[in-house]
């Protein structure tokens, strides 16, 4: 039987790990706290590996193989550190082909934003300064005219995120007061946007009215009384209702609003410019085709199809937006400059449709050609037949997502390659661990027992970065 307590005793001390050649060499790059944390990890992660042997009596007899030497340890501190001292935020390889993932930060950016927001982030700026007149500005001047131009709204007001737009709007238009929403849209986008809750929270009190696939606009009218203070549409962004349906169109909410004088309100949740159905996208509808319609106020996000960085957007009527903008809490749920320069850059590009498919990724993505996701996972296919042998990566026809809530029913046909290690004993729940674990990570689908690869999603000039990760971590592996 292995004698436990001499183990214990041969672990060497934090001390003694920090005098070792590699510790210090790296004390010169890393701060002396994360090096002091990560002998500190170390050497108890060794104490519980051995206290954990002794319980069990040691089946495997793990303690004739343990190191315990200062050097061993400390080389293990120092790839430790390295974690340690890494952004913990970064940047990763989508190759899920869900074009707007939330988890994955939703939407990359056209390149004019990026710069733009690299630019104003860099310095000094004139976001609350007018240089015409050398007095005070606001923020939000930088985008209403834009915005103004391209959904033919009368006024605009950008925040943090479309929660807080929704929030924010039924806060000023109906706190202490009544909303009338239909049962079919009191939906749940993501984790914690709940109608009935940010409706509760907003102050203003739910009426539901109709039923869950049914609801007529003289539901809406039997409601109404001298507590009502507006109607709410929400887009039902990420689900369909298909079957014995109905729901009551923008244009006669609107003809009922006007008829009872209450503003509508309609949460459009994706922000869609351009008309999908022009590229092949099923129909939805457009913030435009809601302004023209009459709607009061309106809400999007800046991060879904509109393909800007994260913001709240709110266009609608002039005296209704400029009390959104004076509520108290609008400071609260502001957008910063950062913000401001990438939204702004975003919107120029639709002001020549083109350009806005060609500029911004998720456009870009979402109309790709499928000659042209065929050659690239004919190429990544190439590199990965040399890796793991031809048998094992094949060519499949599949269907790529929008995500993040939009478009829920589209199908985007799509060319996938898929790997499936012949060779025996061949993990492959461990190489999509390896994958996402390495650096950069990696992130794809695992379907059975195969790695499937979608470049729908695969930025411009990531591919020689994706092959030489996937080599890494199929190495490592074996
Ligand atoms: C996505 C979505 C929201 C939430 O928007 P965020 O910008 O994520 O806060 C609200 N309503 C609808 C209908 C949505 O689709």
Not at 153 to 177: D, I, K, Q, S, W
Not at 436 to 445: A, D, K, S, Y
């Amino acid at each position: 039987m292995p004698d436990y307590q001499s183990l214990l005793r041969e672990l060497p001390a934090v001390d003694r790990l920090l005098r070792e050649p590699q510790m210090e060499e790296k004390m010169r790059s890393l701060p002396r706290r994360l090096l002091l944390q990560a002998a500190q990890e170390t050497i108890s992660s060794y104490r519980r590996i051995i206290n954990d042997i002794k319980r069990q009596d040691d089946p495997h007899g793990i303690s004739n193989q343990l190191d315990l030497s200062p050097a061993a340890l400390a080389g293990e501190a120092v790839c430790l550190a390295e974690k340690k001292a890494g952004l913990n935020l970064r940047p990763l390889i989508n190759a899920s082909g869900v074009v707007i993932h939330t988890n994955l930060g939703r939407v990359p950016l056209a390149s004019t934003a990026v710069e733009a927001m690299a630019d104003i982030a860099q310095g000094y700026n004139n976001l609350e300064f007018s240089l015409e007149s050398g007095e005070r500005g606001s923020r939000q001047e930088h985008l209403e005219t834009l915005l103004c131009d391209l959904t033919g709204a009368e006024a605009a007001v950008v925040l943090n995120n479309n929660a807080a737009a929704v929030f924010l709007a039924l806060n000023t238009v109906a706190a202490g007061r009544e909303v009338v929403v239909s049962r079919g849209q009191l939906v749940e986008i993501g984790g914690s946007f709940r109608i009935p809750e940010i409706m509760a929270a907003s102050g203003a009190r739910l009426v539901e009215v109709g039923t869950t696939n049914k609801t007529y606009l003289r539901d809406y009218e039997a409601v109404v009384n001298e507590n009502t203070a507006a109607f709410l549409k929400v887009h039902t962004s990420n689900y369909h209702m298909v079957g014995f349906t109905s729901e009551v169109s923008t244009t006669d909410m609107v003809v009922l609003s006007r008829e009872k004088k209450l503003p509508l309100i309609e949460d459009l949740g994706s922000g869609v410019l351009l008309d999908p159905v022009r590229y092949n996208l099923p129909s939805e509808p457009r913030i435009q085709d809601s302004v023209a319609a009459g709607a009061d106020l309106i809400t999007f996000s800046g991060d879904k199809m509109l393909g800007g960085p994260q913001a709240g957007i709110i266009v609608g009527r002039k005296d209704l937006v400029s009390l959104i903008r004076s509520n108290q809490l609008a400071r609260a749920l502001r957008i910063d400059k950062c913000t401001v320069a990438g939204l702004e850059a975003t919107l120029r590009l639709y002001l020549d449709e083109d350009r806005a498919v060609k500029e911004i990724p998720v456009w870009n993505m979402l109309t790709v050609d499928l000659e042209i996701l065929r050659r690239r996972a004919d190429n990544l296919a190439d590199s990965f037949s040399g890796l793991f042998g031809r048998g094992s990566v094949e060519l499949v026809e599949g269907i790529s997502k929008v995500g993040g809530g939009a478009f829920p029913t589209a199908q985007l046909p799509t060319c996938l390659v898929m790997v499936r290690p012949v060779e025996d004993n061949f993990s492959t729940p461990e190489l999509v661990k390896k994958l996402r674990q390495g650096n950069p990570p990696v992130i794809l689908r695992l379907q059975q027992d195969s790695l499937i690869f979608d470049t729908r999603t695969i930025m411009e000039g990531q591919e020689e970065v994706l092959i030489e990760a996937v080599r890494r971590a199929y190495l490592q592996k074996s």
